[in-house]
């Protein structure tokens, strides 16, 4: 069951807190008024009784019959007031039956008590008093007669105007639960409508939208949240723009470093190209040297070819040179142009092609074999496989695989998974280039690691990527 919101919950807590309210308001009036009703028509009831009684006094016969207990019975009987006498299994002819009476009240009686009970008799609410009948001794002194009076008298009225007092209790808590609704909905407004608008300048803020504000009304405590989200909001903004504006002097600086290295590193290859040659001629250490230097101009070369390759990404002119091409036939030329053709297994079954920039798959495909081959074991392997709308490569070594915590950081820019390896052979661009290349196409570079061992890395192309916007190379 899904959470009930802020809203219904105030709703739900404002009516139940005022249904609650009204009920035990209500609920004590009608109890209060029930009891006082009740209790004042008990009283008069007892005090009607004993003032009829009082004209029975003397007794004519201690001893009476059915005739003289009918006589007794009539005397305390009116229009809404049954009565019948007893005198141990004489009874007056007239009057309610006494099954009415119960044994406890009979007991309570016959003890000489007056008492009285209400209860529920073929439907109706009954009052029945009993009191018993004295016989004053000439010194004073009383006894009991034997004679029991017992008068039986309709609750009806009282039990409507009950009743009536029981609808006004559930007209009023019906009234108050509109009432708290009506009010719940005028407050959750009051309170939501902030919390609303704040929701929406965070969602709209998280999507990237700095400048996302709230609106500010009161002094409250959420007009206090709004303003610090307001001031956050700000300080964030200012934060990210001098982020990006000394990210975007980075890429700059990069970038006219890296386009001014290529011409003087161009005639340091050629003098290194001549070097290279005239080593075998060189004395050893002199030869060495020459060697050395030769091998060190063509990383430099690589790594700023790498660094203007990766401005390029960054600056969005990146763009594809889209041919139809057979994806097994490039694969093919990619290994054979490395001189990997007997070092790889390939698995490229003919017919799948494809509309993709050839030159950006083949930097792909080098930078992956290349590293399974430096990196991992034999068997290296490439694998392709195609579905009507997508193309699939997977390069994949033998060796113990890659760490949990290096999978997410292969292809961070100049990520090392291993510190001894501060120096290595390639520019450590190699993976975020081929990542880079591969979404252009609107497609993804991901890497796992193979169930029986091995880092396996899957590139997916679609069939036919479109050209994005942007500028010429």
Known sequence: MAPL????????????????????????????????????????????????????????????????????????????VSAVALYFGERSPAGFDPMAISEELRRAVAGGQLVWQRIMWR????????????????????????????????LDPEQRSIDRLAAWAWSIGLVTLAFAVVLA?????????????????????????????????????????????ND??????????????????????VADVSHELRTPLAA???????????????????????????????????????????????????????????????VRATLRARGWTESVRAELPSGVT??????????????????????????????LSADPHWITLEVRDHGPG?????????FDRFYKASAARARSEGSGLGLAIARENARLHQGDLTVTNAPDGGALFTLRLPRRADDPEGGAE
């Open 185 to 229: 909905s005028v407050a959750t407004r009051g309170v939501l409508r902030p919390v609303r608008e704040l929701g929406r300048a965070a969602r709209l803020l998280g999507q990237g939208d700095l400048r996302a504000r709230t609106a500010v009304h009161g002094s409250d405590e959420l007009a206090e949240v709004a303003r610090t989200f």
């Open 354 to 383: 494809a509309r993709l920039d050839p030159r950006r798959v083949d930097v792909i495909l080098a930078n992956l074999v290349g590293n399974a081959l430096r990196h991992g074991e034999p068997p290296v392997s490439v694998r």
């Open 268 to 330: 340091l290859a050629a003098v290194a190209d001549v070097l290279d040659e005239e080593a075998a001629g060189l004395p050893e250490h002199a030869g060495r040297a020459a060697r050395l230097v030769s091998q060190e101009t063509l990383n430099l070369t690589e790594l700023v070819n790498d660094l203007i390759e990766i401005s390029r990404f960054d600056s969005g002119v990146a763009a594809l040179a889209l041919n139809e091409i057979d994806v097994a036939e490039l």
């Open 123 to 154: 439907g109706v609410p009954i009052l029945i008093i009993g009191a018993p009948l004295l016989i004053v001794e000439p010194d004073d002194t009383t006894r009991l007669s034997g004679i029991e009076v017992y008068t039986a008298r309709s």
């Open 402 to 410: 890659l760490d949990e915590a290096v999978l997410p950081h292969v």
């Open 5 to 80: 919101g802020l809203r219904a919950r105030l709703l739900f807590t404002f009516a139940l807190l005022c249904v609650v309210t009204a009920a035990a308001v209500a609920g004590g009036m009608y109890v209060q008024a029930r009891n006082d009703i009740l209790q004042r028509t008990q009283d008069a009831a007892v005090q009607s009784m004993r003032s009829r009684l009082e004209t029975v006094f003397p007794l004519r016969n201690p001893e009476p019959g059915p005739a003289e207990l009918g006589e007794i019975a009539s005397a305390v009987t009116d229009r809404n």
């Open 232 to 253: 956050t909001a700000a300080e964030l903004e200012r934060h990210v723009k001098q982020l990006r504006a000394m990210e975007a002097d980075a890429r700059r600086f």
